[in-house]
C-alpha cells in the first residue's frame, strides 16, 4: 500500500503499479458485472470495464434513447443489453447507476435479485447515508462498495481513451465476504481510474454534493455571471466581456492551473495581473465563504437530499431540466460563448 504526503498529511493511494489490470482481470474473471443505468456515468464504466476485459452487461429502460445509445455502443439485446432488474437478476455485481432519484425508485425490485454474497456498487455515497429519505438499506449479506470518479462520465471514457485516466475514490461500507476491498479496487481499476484513494461513504456525499454544487459548477456558473453582467453594464462589448471571463479561463489559465497550481498560473501573468489577484483572492474568499457555510449546512442537514429526490423523481424531470439549462444556452453570454468557440482556428478550418 502506497502513502503519499498531500501538503502534511500521509494518505493512501493505488494505483495500478500496485494493482494490475491483469489482478482486476483475475479477482472478476468469474464475476457477471451489471451496469445499471446508462445515463451519464453507465456508458463511461460500462465500456471502460468491456475495453479492459470485464464481463459486462448493461441494464436500462427500454424504448428510451439512452437503450438506444447503448445498441449503438455494440450491447446487443438479450446478450448484453436487458431492462433494469432483468439484468440485475444476472448480475453478481450490481454498479447501480441509475439516477440518484432513480436508484430510489427501483430499489424495491433491485434488492429482490441481490444473492448471497453479491457485491452492490454505488458511485455515490447518496442513496445509502442519505437512507432515511432513500428507503435503500441493502441486506447483510451482500457487500455494499462504492468507487466514484472525480469527473464526469464522459471524461471517464475520454480519458481512458487518451490513455490518462481520472482518479476515484473509494469506500467500503459492507464487507459481508471479506473480499470487499479487492472487488472495489479491481473495480476501481476496471472502470479505468488514474489513482484511487479512500473515503467514506458519507465523507463522499458530502463533499461531492459541496463540490458540484460550489466552486465546480454551481458557483463556476454564478461568478462567471456576475462578472459578464458587470462587465455588460459597463458598456463592454459581449465579445469583450466573454472572452475576458471564460476564454481567457478556460483556453489558457486554468490550463496553467492543472499542469503547476495556482501560484504557476499567477507566475505566468503579468506582474500587473498578479498584484491585484493577490489582492482580490481573499474578498472574494471572505465574500463567498458564508454561502459555502449555508451550502456545506444544508448538505449535512439532507436538505439538499430532499431538493434533488423531489424534483428529479417528477415523471418530466428530464424536460424541465433541458428546459432550465436552455434558458443558460440561449442566454447573450452563452450565444456569444458559441460563437466565440466557432471562430476557434480549429473549428475555422471545420
Ligand atoms: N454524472 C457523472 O458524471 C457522475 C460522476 C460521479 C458519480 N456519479 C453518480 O453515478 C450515478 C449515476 O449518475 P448519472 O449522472 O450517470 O445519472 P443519470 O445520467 O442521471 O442517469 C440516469 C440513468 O438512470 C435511469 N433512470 C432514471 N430514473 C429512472 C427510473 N425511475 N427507472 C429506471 N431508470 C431510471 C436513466 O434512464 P433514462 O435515460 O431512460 O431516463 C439513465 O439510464 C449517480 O449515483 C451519480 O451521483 C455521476
Known amino acids: 500500500m502506497a502513502q503519499f504526503n498531500f501538503g502534511g498529511m500521509m494518505e493512501e493511494v493505488i494505483m495500478d503499479e500496485e494493482f494490475p489490470l491483469q489482478k482486476a482481470r483475475e479477482i472478476l474473471k468469474d464475476e457477471i458485472v451489471a451496469v445499471l443505468g446508462y445515463g451519464v456515468q453507465g456508458p463511461g464504466q ?39 432488474v432483468e439484468a440485475a437478476r444476472q448480475a453478481t455485481i450490481i454498479q447501480y447507476l441509475l439516477s440518484d432519484a432513480g436508484q430510489m425508485a427501483v430499489w424495491p425490485q433491485i434488492k429482490e435479485c441481490l444473492a448471497d454474497g453479491n457485491t452492490l456498487y454505488f458511485s455515490h455515497g447518496f442513496s445509502i447515508v442519505y437512507h432515511d429519505q432513500t428507503a435503500i438499506v441493502p441486506p447483510k449479506n451482500v457487500d455494499v462498495v462504492l468507487v466514484a470518479p472525480k469527473g464526469s462520465g464522459r471524461t471517464v471514457r475520454s480519458n481512458f481513451l487518451d490513455g490518462s485516466g481520472i482518479n476515484s475514490s473509494f469506500a467500503i461500507h459492507q464487507d459481508y465476504t471479506g473480499n470487499a476491498r479487492e472487488k472495489t479496487l479491481a473495480l476501481g ?28 459548477m454551481g458557483c463556476l456558473a454564478g461568478v462567471m455571471e456576475a462578472q459578464y453582467n458587470l462587465l455588460r453594464k459597463n458598456g463592454h462589448s459581449p465579445s469583450e466581456a466573454f472572452n475576458e471571463t471564460v476564454e481567457e479561463l478556460t483556453q489558457s489559465l486554468i490550463r496553467l492551473v492543472a499542469e503547476n497550481g495556482m501560484d504557476w498560473m ?15 483572492a481573499p474578498r ?40 432550465e439549462l436552455k434558458v443558460i444556452k440561449e442566454s447573450e453570454m452563452w450565444q456569444t460563448g458559441a460563437m466565440v468557440r466557432s471562430l476557434r482556428p480549429e473549428n475555422r478550418k471545420k
Open 46 to 84: 460500462a465500456l471502460n470495464m468491456r475495453d479492459n476485459g470485464i464481463n459486462v452487461i448493461v441494464g436500462q429502460r427500454e424504448n428510451s434513447a439512452s437503450w438506444d445509445r447503448a445498441v449503438a455502443d455494440g450491447f446487443v439485446p438479450g446478450k448484453t443489453l436487458f431492462p433494469v
Open 189 to 216: 481499476i476496471a472502470i479505468g481510474s488514474g489513482y484511487l484513494f479512500p473515503t467514506t461513504f458519507t465523507k463522499e456525499v458530502h463533499s461531492d454534493l459541496t463540490g458540484e454544487r460550489g466552486v465546480l
Open 266 to 280: 499567477f507566475a505566468s501573468c503579468s506582474t500587473t495581473a498578479q498584484r491585484g489577484a493577490l489582492d482580490w
Open 284 to 323: 472574494f474568499r471572505d465574500a463567498v465563504a458564508p454561502v459555502f457555510d449555508e451550502l456545506y449546512a444544508k448538505v449535512i442537514s439532507g436538505e439538499e437530499t430532499k431538493r434533488v429526490l423531489e424534483a428529479n423523481s417528477a415523471p418530466d424531470y428530464r424536460e424541465k431540466l433541458e428546459k
